[in-house]
């Protein structure tokens, strides 16, 4: 059984105008030691995914289907059925989160070290808390703090050295999955590539599962063993994280992939991806990419594309999956 298996999972944000469909169908699995890269548009549901795996959705956040099947080697257990006091066992301490505002996941008027060996006391009501100073300590080590800041108070950090402390937060409880949400959005790229690289080292040591969460492919490419491609809600395609570069299938991932400048390799003119994303209280009748979509057809815009593996673990949503032929006739045609 795999560490993390999601079925079908649906939540709606509830508003004045409707309801928003903000997670729609999303299926994966996830391994021990394996990494999977969520990457899509702003506003495409990627975070709405994470939130609703742990249930921390605000008020308006309503579930409507699916299941999380999480299993620590003793059998799966569907998160989604459990009583939110049971469901507080696993957060942390099965799945913890990365989030994406280091700066907003730390109380200011709290020692850094003190909020730690809070969450660790929290979840191992046997620990003396000489024992969970300890722990923090190697931690800090671990993500590269020096442990006497565990002393000092969140303002007294620097932004990197904040998103290490939270970092060293997610790891405290020994969790089976990390979810990391755009865990360096707000650090140059020299820091941003110190973490990264650091996040890689701790994975690959603890063998734990992590989902990373980005709009910047980049960075999901050096994270990832495997990469889905999200676009209004549901994944569109899903693969190895090769595969995803060297044949996308889906036209949203190929005009995605084609859509960013690189830094090897010779200049070549970007894609463009016309139009925007649809508006998810009214979302269109069938692929909800077709209206933006080069080579979308009649049936793409009536009948909703069915989500299924096309081979060896590529997943797809499409009904005219583009060839190789039609992807170098699209770079001819551009240039």
């Known amino acids: 059984m795999p560490v993390l298996d999601v079925r079908n999972l649906k939540m709606h944000y509830k508003t004045k ?65 459990l009583p939110e006091n049971e469901m507080r066992k696993y957060r942390w301490k099965g799945l913890a989160m990365i989030f994406q505002a280091a700066m907003n996941s730390l109380n200011p008027v709290y020692k ?20 969970a100073k300890k722990k923090v300590a190697k931690l800090f080590e671990l993500v590269g703090l020096d442990p006497k800041r565990m002393e000092q108070y969140p303002h007294q950090y620097s932004g990197g050295m904040k998103q290490r402390a939270v970092i060293a937060l997610a790891l405290s409880c020994d969790p089976k999955v990390i979810i990391a949400d755009e865990p360096t959005t707000a650090l140059d790229v020299i820091v941003q590539d110190k973490i990264l690289k650091e996040m890689k080292k701790i994975q690959k040591k603890l063998n734990m599962a992590m989902i990373y969460i980005s709009h910047d492919i980049a960075v999901i490419a050096e994270v990832s063993d495997k990469i889905a491609v999200m676009y209004a809600g549901k994944f569109v395609e899903l693969a190895d994280s090769v595969t995803i570069f060297k044949n996308p299938m889906h036209p949203y991932t190929y005009l995605l992939m084609n859509a960013f400048p690189s830094i ?17 209280l009214e979302p269109p009748k069938g692929c909800r990419f077709a209206p933006r979509c080069p080579w979308a057809t009649d049936k793409c815009r009536e009948e909703e594309p069915e989500y299924k593996l096309i081979e060896n673990g590529h997943y797809i949503a499409c009904w005219h999956p583009l060839t190789e032929e039609v992807r170098e006739n699209a770079k001819a045609q551009l240039k």
């Open 112 to 131: 850094v070290g003190d909020q730690i060996v809070e969450a660790i006391l929290t979840h191992y009501p046997d620990m003396n808390i000489d024992d």
């Open 264 to 280: 090897v390799g010779e200049k070549k003119e970007l894609f463009t991806i016309p139009g925007e994303p649809p508006n998810l």
């Open 17 to 81: 105008m409707g309801y928003v469909k903000a997670v729609d169908g999303i299926n994966f699995t996830l391994d021990s030691g394996e990494s999977l890269g969520i990457v899509g548009e702003s506003g495409c549901g990627k975070t709405s995914v994470s939130m609703t795996m742990l249930r921390l959705l605000p008020e308006n956040g309503e579930f409507k289907g699916g299941s999380v099947l999480f299993d620590e080697g003793n059998g799966p257990v569907d998160l989604v059925t």
